[in-house]
């Protein structure tokens, strides 16, 4: 009778174990599961935004104005990442992009409304067009800013750089050069004492 309760016992523990190993294991699949829908979804917009653009007339270039306003925004967010992983003084400027970073994400759904009336509707106001193709332009304006600034820094660092790699270059060709001779100067001279001896009538 003993032996019959242990070996219950036994196998209700590892029933207990597996049952917690297969909770922990849904857990993980449904976490998983949240995560993959949000990066379907968001590929889902891009590839709408994208398929969106190719069309023509005004939602089509609103589309297209989505698109360039990401592009700029990416591209300045990659070149501000590269100079503080350099390690350049950058003061305010993370800070300034995280705005811009969120003013454009606001921009962008109003885009993104505004395309999706002009595809449903064809009333739509074209001042608010004009509007938003202003904010537009002051959006990607100040991204192309930032990332001139930044650029301009890049290549004043690397002048200074190869300015320092040139004088070094030549401080260590100069070493290298075998010294003159005292030998060979003395004869040198002596040859052209001889030489202009000659010349002379």
């Given amino acids: 009778m003993a032996e019959i309760g242990e070996v219950l016992v036994i196998v209700l523990v590892i029933l207990a174990f597996l049952l917690l190993l297969a909770g922990v294991g849904i857990y993980l699949l449904v976490k ?87 595809r449903v509707s064809p009333y739509v106001d074209h001042a608010t067009l004009d509007r938003l193709r202003q904010h537009q332009a002051k959006l990607t304006a100040m991204c192309a800013r930032i990332r001139a600034d930044l650029l301009g820094d890049q290549v004043h660092h690397t002048g200074s750089g190869i300015a320092d790699l040139t004088s070094r270059t030549d401080l260590e060709i100069e070493a290298r050069r075998r ?23």
């Fill in 32 to 118: 998983v599961g949240k995560k993959a829908a949000g990066k379907a979804k968001q590929a889902a917009t891009r590839l709408s935004t994208h398929v969106n653009a190719m069309g023509t007339g005004d939602a089509a270039e609103v589309e297209r104005l989505r698109l360039d306003l990401r592009r700029e925004v990416a591209l300045t967010r990659q070149a501000v990442e590269q100079a503080q992983q350099q390690g350049w003084g950058l003061g305010d400027l993370p800070r300034l992009l995280a705005d811009l970073t969120a003013q454009a994400d606001v921009h962008d759904g109003q885009l993104g409304m505004y395309a999706q009336q002009r």
């Fill in 179 to 201: 010294p003159p001779d005292p030998l060979d100067e003395i004869d040198e001279l002596y040859r052209r004492t001889m030489q202009e001896r000659k010349d002379l009538p």
